[in-house]
């Protein structure tokens, strides 16, 4: 059985459309090779809430964890469990993918809902617990 907030093929179709926008937001709003990973909360192309971490920023896994539970927050108390996805560059998985991933679970546990978080790149998506994806070469927006 995956851990909560996971996935798991096959994907929900609403889900995958989803992921699909965030992949195509970031693939057409980030313009520079190289930028800091940033963590999202919410839905693409929506009012989301962003945490940028700087390079020179010391973040252990108690502040992630603070961090991720401040976004969740306002969501939460509405009543909407929003998605949580990581922007970052193109490349190996990133240390960051983990850390972050482990803060998600935690502040879902301590807030009582099952949360899990997807890694975005201009490419494509994959969940950093399952290894589930999706790659488009080339993504461009539906008529």
Sequence with gaps: MAAPGTLTEPVPRALEKVLRLAVLEHATGETRRSFPPVLHVGLPERATRRFLA???????????VEVVEAM????????????????????????CDTAWMRAVRTAGA?????LGMVVVTRHGWHDPATGVARRWRRIRRRS
């Design 110 to 114: 301590e807030l009582g809902v099952g």
């Design 54 to 64: 700087e390079p020179d920023d010391r973040l252990d896994d108690a502040l992630r």
């Design 72 to 95: 969740l927050r306002e969501p939460l108390e509405r009543s909407f469990v929003p998605l949580v996805w990581l922007t970052r560059p193109v490349g190996p998985e990133a240390e």
